[in-house]
């Protein structure tokens, strides 16, 4: 099994230049008056990490965010799925909000199932929690909601990536794959991958930027580092393809 995985990016300019998958976040767009026409396909994120630990809520409404979604869809093309406003789980992002897990479950089934209503773009579900059985218990809110999420294409995973490297990210992934749900692993490394990999459907990441500022540049660069270098990003990403085979 070959995992699906999205080179996430800042630069929207790279929508024409590249046909590898990309993953781009609404943050990087909603501000942007034009697009380039997507080569290849792409996932949108929804930003929402940013938006909770800046403001402990959404202050984007449904209504905006579906308008957003669709010119993105309609003007760069390609466009795979799109995350809902979903609800991060981490004990920090809680302290943030003021409120607890089973509350952030319930507004990311709320959310979901209001962005469907009012529109027909390809919006997934994403499973949040933070201990193992958090997820098990938002399946079945999920499940009580109406979402059958062994019929859906793809399922994001959240709130895992800061702890991708243990076993207990391990179990979580290889549960959700074992019930038949085709999971997406949010920002995943290399360390992730060689504990759950096989487990995954696809996944993203932009740990290259990150690393590339620490890193001198790539033989023939003349910029300070390669954190914005699409040709760094897409020696990263084949390394990464590699180890999933």
């Known amino acids: 099994m070959v995992v699906l995985f999205y080179l996430g990016t800042h630069m929207p300019s790279w929508f024409s230049k590249t046909e590898v998958p990309l993953f781009v976040s609404r943050r990087r767009l909603s501000e942007r008056k034009t697009f380039p026409r997507a080569l290849g396909p792409w996932a949108l994120d929804s930003?929402?990490?940013?938006?909770?630990?800046?403001?402990?809520?959404?202050?984007?409404?449904?209504?905006?965010?579906?308008k957003d979604v669709a010119r993105f869809s309609d003007e760069i093309g390609g466009m795979n799925w799109a995350a809902p406003m979903d609800w991060m789980c981490e004990p920090f992002m809680l302290e943030k909000t003021g409120l607890t897990v089973k509350d952030h479950q319930q507004r990311t089934v709320e959310n979901l199932i209001e962005l469907r209503s009012i529109s027909d773009q390809p919006f997934i579900p994403v499973l949040q929690g933070w201990e193992?059985?958090?997820?098990?218990?938002?399946?079945?809110?999920?499940?009580?909601?109406?979402?059958?999420?062994?019929?859906?294409?793809?399922?994001?995973?959240?709130?895992?990536?800061r702890r991708q490297g243990t076993r207990e990210a391990q179990a979580i992934i290889t549960t959700v794959r074992a019930l038949g749900i085709n999971p997406h692993g949010f920002g995943v490394k290399v360390s992730g991958l060689r504990r759950y990999g096989l487990g995954l459907e696809s996944a993203d990441s932009m740990s290259w930027?990150?690393?590339?500022?620490?890193?001198?540049p790539m033989a023939g660069h003349t910029h300070k580092n390669c954190a914005n270098c699409l040709e760094y990003a897409l020696a990263w990403r084949e390394q990464i393809v590699r180890s999933t085979r």
């Open 132 to 161: 193992y059985g958090d997820y098990l218990s938002h399946i079945d809110m999920y499940d009580t909601a109406g979402v059958d999420l062994l019929n859906e294409p793809i399922v994001g995973v959240g709130s895992v990536c």
């Open 209 to 216: 930027s990150y690393g590339a500022r620490f890193d001198t």
């Open 47 to 66: 930003g929402g990490f940013t938006e909770l630990s800046m403001f402990g809520e959404w202050q984007t409404t449904p209504k905006v965010y579906v």
